[in-house]
């Protein structure tokens, strides 16, 4: 059975930082890609950033030079460092994996994280 767990949200003031951890476990072979994403009320789920096997990173242009998401490859687990926090950033945040098996794109079960102003 496949499994990512997240942790790591919760409440914080604006401009406050939080670190989001999640753990892949279970049956996955060869882990192409992990990233978070991200859904605010109202609004569509979107990318945040992802990380390649290879360490190849990507983030959402209103992320870029506030997060840093980093891999351990051998603990297939993908952190999420979240600087200057905003109250934008409000949502929950939602781990995501692509890999060779399983083929369908894994999903983790969201981490409420709240920024206040």
């Known amino acids: 059975q496949v499994q990512l767990v997240e942790s790591g949200g919760g409440l914080v003031q604006a401009g406050g930082s939080l670190r989001l951890s999640c753990v892949a476990s279970g049956s996955i072979f060869s882990i192409r890609s992990m990233g978070w994403y991200r859904q605010a009320p109202g609004k569509q789920r979107e990318l945040v950033a992802n990380?390649?096997?290879?360490?190849?990173?990507n983030y959402a242009d209103s992320v870029k030079g506030r997060f840093t998401i980093s891999r351990d490859n051998a603990k297939k687990t993908v952190y999420l460092q979240m600087n200057s926090l905003k109250p934008e950033d409000t949502a929950v945040y939602y781990c995501?994996?692509?890999?060779?098996?399983?083929?369908?794109?894994?999903w983790g079960q969201g981490t409420q994280v709240t920024v206040s102003s």
């Open positions: 990380i390649t096997s290879s360490g190849f990173t």
């Open positions: 995501n994996v692509r890999s060779v098996s399983p083929t369908v794109p894994l």
